[in-house]
């Protein structure tokens, strides 16, 4: 970290300017190039923000779950983020990672964005301080961080092309904020959006310049999104330093030709090879040779290998998942050996973070559950078994364990109470991969699935025995032609079974010798995403017998264009609605507390689609309604990672918002279910009782164009704006004590450009220590320009105990008072009457004050 820019313009005049042009290229999927000639060794990116896969799309290659980005900005916590960032930092360096994509600092401006758990915020105030959080966390170990997707790319219809036109006075106060929050934290990388912003694709826009580089003084690197680059002058000409992936692209040699013939200035290669070397440096990746392989098959200490199982077709190395060169060994029966066995201290923090974004909604008396006056408690729900632990998409992990709900209560009340599991009636959505729990690799007879690499006359080039269904990146090959899984299932139901496969092309599936289906199913886009990751299921029914072993066989062509990801899923007939919802009321009307457990599905919130409604299905509210009228004391436990419709709000003894809760999710939960815990979340963003009370819902672009035509109103502001009320406000949400707002101080006169600091005192008025997360808004009556009601400008957290009293001292950065002058292009100050409000939430602040603010005389 100690390479001077001295020493690295020394390092770049021993390039030519085609050796400098050829290292903004990536090598591989998730590599950049090496350059021997400077000591560069290759710099290794993975995905984030909940976990580190690392540079593999592999079960086997498990990482640690953390809650999604939604839940941890429910925390209001930056000290905690600060410290799940350090874990992350520590997972990357285990798996050999440089460079983690994370954090995303897109806004939640519609609820119907399918990518908001993986974003923080409505707010632009909570993101920035959240994302700046997980920056330092994660950069204080020594690996880079990603403030990404810059800038306005907050929805996924169209994604890829979309316009966003946005008014330069929103661009700069709302959607940008982060982004200049991130870089002032030091932040190493910024990527570029696959979207264009006012008529110009995010990888060749002004912005990467002005303001990033220019005005904010952005040192760093700024990298496109994969595949986002699509032109080779004009991005070379702007100002993205790093195209990604490669080695394919329209940069690479192109870039060095282009450079030749004088249409892109050797100065501004310069100045992109220049940061490279300076992040390499930083990451201490660059140096002499002298000292031991820079780069190669073994990669430096503790930076991981240089064999991937791969990534987009033809892009990924020669080497499959367990590190064997193409040559290796024909069969494995068995898993690679897992990495280090997560420690106690990660899994305590883990689960730690579960309580700290839980976000009590409503409790009418019923929590926290006293273990003590328990004999039995009903488990109630799908999701209850399998919950979900995360969203969908390129940020997905494979967590070597995952507490679901129901784990995490039968351990807590393990010896002291009964728990009974009703699963209820299926939720909609699609079928699942198959896992070891329903299948068995035939040829081993081991749980899980035989995959196979086939040449193009059929005969097997290796095989290996997969813990599921799911198959991203099965190990490339040379002759490779088709991808086949095999399984053998022993049904515990009978009856008519949805059997499927998903991927793109020549594909079909077999049962026992019988074609169920065949067919070339070509690509609908070329979203990553979609292709890579998430691709849709193609399907058919056969009736199966319990007990009876079948031979499941789907087999995939590989072909140019339709990557290489293979899906067999397999879904039991669905229980009788009926008689589910009957059987879940009569269980937990015999019990002393019930838990009913509901939530989205995979394709309801994922990268690359947007959901079309916010509800969770006609059976899933019938269900909650079903046990709430069955007992009062029934606590639903929502399961989702953005807003939903809970039409059923009212009529549940409590609600409890368990977003994506990680691997720890269950014991997490638990903890706050009996108290042992208290839920620490608070809203970062405002709930519609229906969507079409949302002030802001289009994420459809009309003709290209998606316009941001709310201006600054997004959010609650756009709720306070159009004078509705919510379900739930953003910063909304309730702790196991109560609290008066007492007292709010501040100066009668604050200078333009100088923090001010607000003083609120509150008392903890209930039984129970607690934590109390004080915000403060401002608002400017009578201002001459167009403003929200009030937005947050800052919050502090307090604890209290029993009868307390405590004064949160928040500070208000000088920005929040400013505005953008579109007129001059810079920052300004209104002088006049401003107003401070201090509360819970943006639709409960029952503390007012009202200031003065002056210019500062001339000098």
Not at 106 to 113: A, D, E, F, K
Not at 126 to 142: C, E, K, M, Y
Request: one cysteine or more; aromatic letters at 6%.
């Amino acid at each position: 970290m100690g390479t001077s820019d001295e020493e690295i313009d020394r390092l770049l005049g021993t390039l030519t300017p085609r050796a400098r042009a050829l290292l903004l290229s990536g090598a591989t999927t998730w590599r950049t190039r090496a350059e021997p000639a400077v000591g560069l060794r290759e710099l290794v990116m993975s995905d984030g923000p909940a976990g580190v896969r690392g540079e593999a799309w592999d079960e086997r290659n498990t990482s640690v779950l953390l809650p999604s980005a939604s839940a941890l900005a429910a925390t209001w916590d930056e000290a905690l983020v600060e410290r799940l960032g350090g874990l992350l930092a520590a997972e990357a360096r285990r798996k050999g990672v440089d460079v983690l994509l994370a954090p995303t600092l897109n806004l939640h401006r519609s609820p119907l964005g399918g990518r908001h758990f993986e974003c923080l915020s409505e707010d632009p105030e909570l993101t920035g301080r959240i994302g700046a959080a997980l920056v330092r966390g994660v950069q204080a170990h020594g690996v880079a961080a990603t403030a990404k997707h810059y800038v306005a790319n907050d929805s996924e219809t169209d994604r890829l092309t979309v316009d966003v036109r946005v008014g330069e006075r929103a661009l700069r106060e709302v959607y940008l904020a982060p982004f200049e929050a991130a870089v002032a934290a030091g932040v190493r990388l910024v990527m570029a959006g696959y979207n264009a912003v006012n008529g110009t694709t995010m990888t060749a826009n002004a912005l990467l310049t002005d303001p990033l580089k220019s005005e904010w003084g952005f040192d760093g690197v700024v990298v496109s999104d994969w595949g986002a680059v699509r032109g080779t002058a004009d991005t070379a000409r702007a100002g993205l330093d790093l195209a990604m992936p490669g080695p394919d692209g329209p940069w690479g040699e192109a870039l060095a030709r282009a450079v030749a013939d004088g249409d892109v200035p050797e100065a501004a290669v310069d100045d992109k090879a220049r940061r490279l070397l300076r992040l390499a440096a930083w990451l201490d990746a660059l140096g002499s040779l002298s000292g031991g392989p820079a780069y190669g098959a073994e990669g430096f200490p503790g930076r991981g290998s240089a064999c991937g199982a791969g990534g987009f077709p033809g892009r990924g190395s020669a080497c499959g998942a367990e590190g064997f060169p193409s040559g290796g060994p024909a069969y494995s029966a068995g898993p690679v050996a897992p990495g280090p066995s997560r420690t106690r201290d990660v899994r305590a923090l883990a689960r730690r973070a579960v309580a700290a974004g839980t976000v009590l909604l409503a409790n009418r008396g019923v929590l926290p559950l006293d273990p003590g006056r328990l004999g039995t408690v009903a488990v109630i729900g799908a999701h209850a078994a399998r919950t979900r632990t995360q969203g969908g998409g390129s940020a997905g992990v494979f967590p070597q364990d995952e507490v679901s709900v129901l784990d995490g209560i039968r351990a807590a009340l393990r010896g002291r109470a009964r728990v009974v599991h009703v699963p209820g009636p299926r939720p909609d959505g699609p079928a699942p991969p198959l896992d070891q729990d329903t299948c068995a690799d035939p040829r081993s007879g081991l749980p899980g699935v035989l995959l196979r690499m086939l040449d193009a006359d059929g005969r097997e080039l290796y095989a290996e025995r997969r813990r599921g269904g799911r198959v991203l990146e099965p190990r490339l090959v040379p002759g490779a032609h088709t991808v086949e899984v095999r399984a053998r299932l022993s049904p515990r139901t009978g009856g008519s079974w949805t059997l499927g496969v998903a991927g793109f092309g020549r594909m079909s599936l077999t049962l026992d010798g019988r074609t169920l289906l065949d067919g070339d199913f070509p690509p609908r886009t070329d979203d990553p995403a979609v292709v890579h990751v998430n691709p849709p299921a193609q399907y058919a029914t056969a009736d199966l017998a319990v007990g009876r072993g079948t031979l499941l066989v789907a087999r995939r062509e590989l072909a140019p264009g339709t990557g290489r990801a293979t899906v067999v899923v397999a879904a039991p007939p669905a229980p009788d609605v009926t008689a589910s919802l009957t059987e879940a009321a009569r269980t937990a009307g015999a019990a002393d507390a019930a838990v009913v457990v509901v939530g989205t599905t995979e394709h309801g919130e994922s990268e690359g689609y947007d959901r079309s409604s916010l509800a969770l299905g006609a059976t899933q509210d019938t269900l909650v309604r079903a046990v709430a009228a069955a007992n009062p004391r029934t606590v639903a436990v929502v399961n989702c990672g953005g807003p939903v419709e809970l039409p059923w709000r009212e009529e549940a003894g409590a609600v409890l918002l368990a977003w994506f809760p990680g691997q720890e999710g269950g014991d997490g939960l638990a903890d706050v279910l009996f108290g042992r815990a208290e839920p620490g979340g608070r809203l970062p963003t405002t709930w519609p009782a229906v969507l079409g009370d949302a002030p802001v819902t289009r994420t459809r672009p009309d003709g290209g164009r998606l316009d941001y035509d709310e201006g600054l109103h997004l959010g609650y502001r756009g709720w306070l704006r159009h004078h509705r009320s919510p379900a739930y406000w953003f910063g909304h949400g309730l702790g196991y004590t109560t609290w008066t707002y007492e007292a709010l101080t501040v100066p009668p006169v604050t200078r333009a450009g100088d923090d001010l600091t607000v003083r609120v005192r509150v008392r903890n008025t209930g039984a129970r220590e607690g934590r109390e997360v004080v915000q403060v808004y401002l608002a400017r009556p009578g201002s001459a320009l167009d403003r929200p009601a009030r937005w947050l400008a800052g919050y502090a957290a307090v604890r209290a105990r029993p009868g307390e009293t405590v004064t949160a001292t928040v500070r208000v950065p000088a920005r929040s008072l400013c505005h953008w002058s579109v007129a001059e292009h810079a920052w300004r100050t209104e002088a006049g009457p401003c107003r401070v409000l201090a509360g819970r939430s943006a639709g409960d602040l029952p503390l007012v004050a009202d200031l003065e603010v002056v210019h500062a005389p001339p000098a």
